[in-house]
């Protein structure tokens, strides 16, 4: 029986990040289906897919246009009070995907779900399947036919699993839709948006505190906007602040279409490594941004953890708010031990893995992609972080860390460490 795959961080290192292994090379596969395998191999079956992202618009309704099986979960989404009302499907059977006829069904459903609601929605959302993929369907025509019907915005939103590994994945597609029907307004010098996400920061992220210190009067999230007029009200930024390279795309088209230019952040745990981002955005904007309090609150913090429970051994996961790598090699260059990581390698962070082998070369790289991991022999760790560790190690405390609502910065430091101390007091009662 074939052991399950892995390579130490060091091998993969040495082997340099032209060399990548084809078991940790999700383009090597046919689909990409981690993590999504863990979540029913759909961009929009957990968390915020894209049939919750293109919900993100204010009083926006969904019109699923897709065979039945791919229906199936978003049935379960109604179930959630507030999308009991703003999911419609236009259900496809063998004769529609053959002979297309579908094409021309779908401004009349847009139409009639328009004609029923007691309110007329800010905007239609076409989701569309796989199918059409294959089909190579023109919903932008389509949608101009339905706009010409109701005169209500109608945006595609394309959740096709076979695109992961494109140009342009799902993820990344439909947050240019989110924003595409923003129009063109006079920039306000003082206000700047926050992009990457479908749902806030936490309230207590430092970034508010310091762009206001810089003179940022209005700092606006589409999670944030519960109107129509305040979504509209983002198209008035002077800069966007992306936090999700799966944003960059939707950055550059709201710089082309609306001037708005943008400013790229990573999402760090390691307290230096913040700081000197945050160095950075202050040269960009012209200010000087004192984070010193929150650093030191968040070294603190880590110290304080490492006293209490010691050198702990951890298993970090893909399935979290951050990433993988760059979670570990905090956690390693603050005196603890990570055994495992289970993830993906890719060009933007094979850095952290080169500085992952000189500090822990053992630590073992996993993926979720291979099979082999049916045969997967469980390492002895104190604690996890990521909610596909618990797959691996489920009689070990641990925390998911993939929560809707985003840590960010020094504040998502604290809360990591919080969180941790939780799972492991909670061992300690058992």
């Known amino acids: 029986m074939t052991d399950a795959f892995y390579i130490t961080a060091w091998d993969l290192a040495a082997a340099g990040k032209d060399n990548i292994p084809d078991e940790l090379r999700s383009s090597e596969h046919l689909i990409y289906s981690s993590p999504a395998t863990l979540s029913f191999n759909s961009p929009g079956a957990r968390g915020f897919g894209v049939k919750r992202a293109g919900l993100a618009v204010p009083g926006s309704v969904m019109l699923l246009v897709a065979p039945g099986c791919c229906g199936r979960n978003t049935s379960l989404l109604r179930t959630n009070p507030e999308y009991s009302d703003r999911f419609f499907f236009l259900l496809l059977d063998d004769t529609d995907i053959v002979t297309g006829r579908h094409l021309t069904k779908i401004p009349k459903a847009v139409e009639e779900v328009c004609q029923s609601l007691d309110k007329k929605p800010s905007a239609v959302m076409i989701c569309i399947t796989c199918v059409d993929a294959l089909l190579g ?54 206000d700047m948006n926050i992009l990457g996400y479908f749902s806030p920061l936490y309230d207590d992220c430092e970034l508010y505190p310091l762009m206001r210190s810089a003179g940022i009067k209005n700092i606006r999230e589409l999670a944030r906007c519960e109107t129509i007029e305040q979504y509209r009200e983002l198209s008035k930024a002077n800069f966007n602040l992306l936090l999700n390279p799966e944003a960059r795309y939707a950055a550059q088209d709201m710089q082309e279409r609306l001037g708005i230019p943008f400013i790229e952040l990573l999402r760090l745990y390691q307290p230096d490594k913040i700081h000197n981002q945050y160095r950075m955005l202050g040269q960009a904007i012209g200010a000087q941004l004192d984070d010193s309090e929150y650093f030191e609150a968040a070294q603190k913090r880590i110290e304080a953890f490492y006293e209490k429970f010691g050198a702990l051994t951890l298993a970090v996961g893909e399935i979290l708010n951050g990433d993988s790598f760059e979670t570990a090699l905090m956690l390693v260059r603050n005196g603890f031990k990570v ?46 972080i990521g909610c596909d560790c618990e797959y691996y190690h489920p009689d070990t405390p641990g925390i998911d860390f993939c929560g809707d609502i985003q840590p960010f910065g020094y504040a998502g430091v604290v809360r990591l460490f919080d969180e941790l101390e939780a799972a492991m007091e909670r061992r300690t009662v058992r």
Do not use: H, W
């Not at 992961?164 to 063109?184: F, G, Q």
């Not at 992952?356 to 604690?383: F, G, H, Q, R």
């Open 137 to 190: 369907t023109d919903m932008e025509r389509v949608c101009r036919k339905s706009v010409e019907l109701t005169g209500v915005p109608t945006v595609p939103c394309y959740m096709y699993a076979l695109t992961r590994e494109k140009r342009l994945p799902p993820m990344a597609a439909v947050r240019k839709s989110v924003y595409s029907l923003l129009e063109r307004q006079p920039r306000e010098r003082k």
């Open 339 to 384: 055994a495992e990581i289970f993830g993906t390698v890719g060009e933007l962070n094979f850095s952290f893995v080169k500085r992952l082998a000189e500090l822990s070369p053992d630590t073992k790289i996993y993926s979720n992609l291979s099979p082999t991991m049916l045969n997967y022999n469980e390492e002895s760790v104190d604690c996890y």
